[in-house]
Nanobody
Framework: QVQLVESGGGSVESGGSLRLSCAAS????????MGWFRQAPGKEREGVAS???????AYADSVKGRFTISQEKDKNILYLQIDSLKPEDTAMYYC????????????????????WGQGTQVTVSS
């Protein structure tokens, strides 16, 4: 059984930082992409960052330079470091897992990911 459990969200002021974590278990892919997505109320789910089993990363243009995705493979934990938070970063953040079909993981698209966590809320006040 695949489980993805996010944590680390919260309410912060603009300019602050958060580190989100995703504890993964049972992911059935040796060649995988792990991704972070976010969804604000009334908006579509947006892929923000991905990382492959090799450690290669990709970021949406909207978060480049502020978001950093990483992983501790021996602990099966995925991270998303978010710096210089802005009110527009307010959203539910989800981690997801999918099979890697090419040599890299592109900026994540929801349809390419099969397993999802329940999400962790990030709220940024101005």
């Amino acid at each position: 059984q695949v489980q993805l459990v996010e944590s680390g969200g919260g309410s912060v002021e603009s300019g602050g930082s958060l580190r989100l974590s995703c504890a993964a278990s049972g992911v059935p892919y040796a060649r995988y992409c792990m991704g972070w997505f976010r969804q604000a109320p009334g908006k579509e789910r947006e892929g923000v960052a991905s990382i492959s089993n090799f450690g290669t990363t990709a970021y949406a243009d909207s978060v480049k330079g502020r978001f950093t995705i990483s992983q501790e493979k021996d602990k099966n934990i995925l991270y998303l470091q978010i710096d210089s938070l802005k009110p527009e970063d307010t959203a539910m953040y989800y981690c997801a897992a999918g099979s890697r079909s090419s040599w890299y993981c592109p900026v994540p698209v929801a349809t390419a990911y099969n397993y999802w966590g329940q999400g962790t809320q990030v709220t940024v006040s101005s």
